[in-house]
Nanobody, 123 residues
């Protein structure tokens, strides 16, 4: 029904930058909130940043002032600009979207997750 595909991860030195992208595709009627989460080895998944359909944003305290979330509704895409990266930012970054989609009989609504993209920050 709906697929999310992330890109933009990689290996970067501390202090560097990366820009992640997540594109949603499928039988989309409307994308509501979107967000980025991350999971480091041996740790629970944690929220990084979210953005509403009205572009209000929310950030984890650990990334405030360094990361910026944005979205392009025409492209069904959410971005995460990550600056001043630290080794503790290392992890798999996953995209999440709350999507209203066509069912053939009308619409329904579900949260969806991407497969994730690896971000590794070396010291």
């Amino acid at each position: 029904q709906v697929q999310l595909v992330e890109s933009g991860g990689g290996l970067v030195q501390a202090g560097g930058s990366l820009r992640l992208s997540c594109v949603a595709s499928g039988s989309i009627f409307r994308i509501n909130d979107m967000g980025w989460y991350r999971q480091a080895p041996g740790k629970q998944r944690e929220l990084v940043a979210t953005i509403t359909s009205g572009t209000s944003t929310n950030y984890a305290d650990s990334v405030k002032g360094r990361f910026t979330i944005s979205r392009d509704n025409a492209k069904n895409t959410v971005y995460l600009q990550m600056n001043s990266l630290k080794p503790e930012d290392t992890g798999v970054y996953l995209c999440n979207a709350d999507v209203t989609y066509y069912t053939g009989r009308g619409v329904s609504r579900n949260p969806y997750w991407g497969q994730g993209t690896q971000v590794t920050v070396s010291s």
